[in-house]
């Protein structure tokens, strides 16, 4: 979920320096400090996967799991990462139907 939140906060400050840099008044300055902001943001994200892969790759079972979310079409690393970690909270005893 973190890993999410992070993301949706780059792509607002992705438009915001979109933003910043469209108006030809816009103190270099500002601009700067939207990019510091991002770069920051994408440095978090990347430690953060990283965390995950490190702890998915501990593990057979999610590790077996993660391989075959990947190879689907459509299902990439950071989308994996966040469906086995909502799934791995839920109960075992649950039924297909329930998830």
Do not use: Y
């Not at 939140?5 to 816009?26: D, E, F, I, P, V």
Request: hydrophobic fraction near 40%; include cysteine.
């Amino acid at each position: 979920r973190q890993l999410n939140r992070l993301t949706g906060s780059r792509t607002q400050a992705k438009n915001r320096l979109h933003a910043l840099t469209s108006k030809s008044m816009t103190l270099p300055m500002l601009i700067e400090d939207e990019q510091e902001g991002i770069d920051q943001l994408e440095r978090r994200i990347k430690r953060l996967t990283q965390a995950a892969l490190a702890l998915i790759a501990g593990d057979d079972n999610l590790a077996a799991h993660f391989s075959h979310m990947t190879a689907a079409k459509g299902i990439g690393e950071t989308s994996a990462i966040a469906i086995l970690a909502e799934l791995c909270v839920l109960p075992s005893t649950m039924k297909s139907s329930q998830v």
